[in-house]
């Protein structure tokens, strides 16, 4: 997973360090026994969504794309079956904070 992050968005940079939001979208396979008008169905079986979510962000931190996944802020995730014609596949996106003008706090 680490390699497609890498991939997805050609990083080379120094690792992110301000304030994330990250929000995505998991489009898990489609079961044979699905009619092909059912679109948009929502999945609630396992892999579960928090685990999805957490192992994203260990990917994304383990590429070099974040300094660590503590300066998410906030994360906002779906997971649906695949629609007909559509291949299971997972859309991610980082929204980084702009802090000019701010102070930076650390935290001991």
């Known amino acids: 997973m680490q390699a497609a992050a890498k991939e997805a968005i050609h990083f080379d940079a120094t690792p992110i360090d301000s304030p994330v939001r990250i929000e995505g979208e998991f489009v898990m396979r489609r079961p044979k026994r699905m009619r092909k008008g059912d679109i948009d169905i929502p999945h609630c079986n396992k892999p579960d969504l928090d685990n999805l979510i957490k192992s994203t962000q260990d990917a994304i931190v ?3 794309i974040l300094r660590d996944d503590c300066i998410v802020f906030s994360a906002v995730f779906t997971k649906r ?3 007909p014609e559509e291949a299971p596949h997972a859309r991610i996106r980082l929204v980084v904070e702009d802090l000019d003008g701010l102070d930076k706090i650390k935290e001991s």
Do not use: M, P
């Open 62 to 64: 383990d590429a070099g």
């Open 81 to 83: 079956y695949a629609n």
